[in-house]
């Protein structure tokens, strides 16, 4: 007998939408907004495109939405330049868009979460501009990093710190008066200048900013750079050049400072005055998962992303001593384990893994494709196999590859355009994503789109996809709908390993199976029970199954 999966009807939501801890096994989707649908024919995705789509996600079986940043920006960093905390931008619509959106979703039984950005501001926010205006000495100075150069007039930075856009960390200011004046730090984009989190003000502010958010209705928040807002005293030299390269080895003077476990201590008691089970997720860049843990202690925050996993080869020995590693680092502190593939910072997996390992994150390669979709699909069943939490990101449940040859004029990661730090080679991943087969910007709305689209995207689309079995998009809904009927799928904090060739992946959980095969060759494994879903064509015969190469097989014993 050959299958490869069973459709799957997706439950309601309501029910779920109430029940406990519900954070720990769910299912998060993450919409980059101005990417994900166009209401007004701009070109630019916004909030009312995305609640036009919320039927979408409900049906696909995501438990909540992450949006990323759609405040008042000049978008310097595509909205992570934050003017102002409590506005939406034009580009993305108003307060009521979101209110609306919120109160859709909540009727779908979908919660929504908000980008924050805490560790730094745009240099038009109000607070900088005074400084700018005010000169030295003003007491808005003190919300940031203002600080004299080095050198005999001040012509040096105060540091050696280096921006992770590349190019010095510190961006000299003109004084009112027209002379040379102090330097300020920005660990970014210089449009972004990092907040002072030692200075009170910082801390009331955004307490005030996570209750005007909560109080919207907001379901939590993830918290961007959460790793960067305390740096170390003083200020002190790193002693090194190509700083990014030490990134996620060592504790630096500007991150994972133990500093930062106080704020979201802090915060924690904001979060937990409103009713609802509100959640923060951390987005922290960690030498560690151990240090990682030290962020979701059950008095901090919920969740924090698995980057070690993200950046973990297809390759079965290695996924397992990371599934590990991270399942024990959880387990001391309580909390789930989170589980990610894609996100708007690095390179789709699908594209990862259709080239060779070892080229990091951001890949401008398109490799074989073919090969990059199958383990994709294989890769994601693995993810949702794992207990706890796991995050899809806009467009990889239909399968979307990078777009690697985007035109240099198009281009607006602004890393891209810095000449060092970081690849930036993001807006392969934030290309829009497909909704028809035909018709402008491919149903994502009718005006075009803001980061062109390649030919050929029609066919990966939602129309193309939908109902269709084998599709992605069917995998995904089918292994959604299987988290939510089978209990032994999502929450805990443990995998029974069992016995498996070279390059395969196998465990249990209750009446459930996962085997993965990271191999090039088909491979033969015990039939485990009835195969519920599997990423690609299987066969069973005499109570054994063929798996193929890059394929995830789901078993289970109940009937």
Known sequence: MSQQHSAIAPAPHSAEAKRSDWWRDAVIYQVYPRSFADSNGDGMGDLEGVRSRLPYLRDLGVDAVWLSPFYASPQADAGYDVADYRAVDPMFGNLLDADALIRDARELGLRIIVDLVPNHSSDQHEWFKRALREGPGSPLRERYHFRPGKGEN?????????????????????????????????????????????????????RSILRFWLDMGVDGFRIDVAHGLVKAPGLPDLGAHDQ????????????????????????????????????????????????????????????????????????????????????EAMRPVGAPATWVLSNHDVTRHATRFANPPGLGTQIRLAGDRELGLRRARAASLLMLALPGSAYVYQGEELGLPDVVDLPD????????????????????????????????????????????QPAGWGELSVEAQQGVPGSTLELYRAALAARREHPDLGAGEAVEWLRAPEGVLAFRRGEFVCVANTGGESVTTPAYGRVLLASGEVTEADGETKVPADTTVWFTTRL
Not at 179 to 196: M, V
Not at 274 to 296: D, H, K, L, Q
Not at 425 to 452: A, H, K, N
């Open 409 to 452: 004029e198009v281009r607006q990661d602004p890393a891209y355009f810095r000449g060092a730090g970081q690849d930036g080679f993001r807006d392969g991943c934030r290309v829009p994503i497909p909704w028809t087969r035909e018709g402008s910007s491919y149903g994502f709305g009718g005006g075009g789109s803001w980061l062109p």
């Open 154 to 206: 001040g012509e040096l930075p105060p540091n050696d710190w280096e921006s992770i856009f590349g190019g010095p960390a510190w961006t000299r200011v003109t004084e009112p008066d027209g002379t040379p004046g102090e330097w300020y730090l920005h660990l970014f984009a210089s449009e972004q200048p990092d907040f002072n989190w030692d200075h009170p003000a910082v801390g009331d502010e955004f």
């Open 244 to 327: 990014l390269k030490l990134l996620g080895n060592d504790v630096m003077p500007f991150f994972d400072q133990d500093g930062v476990h106080e704020i979201y201590r802090q915060w924690r008691h904001v979060l937990d005055e409103y009713a609802g089970e509100r959640i923060f997720v951390a987005e922290a860049w960690t030498p560690t998962v151990e240090r990682t843990a030290n962020y979701v202690r059950p008095d901090e925050l919920h969740q924090a992303f698995n980057f070690q996993y993200l950046s973990t080869a297809w390759d079965a020995e290695e996924l397992r001593a990371c599934v590990d590693r991270t399942l």
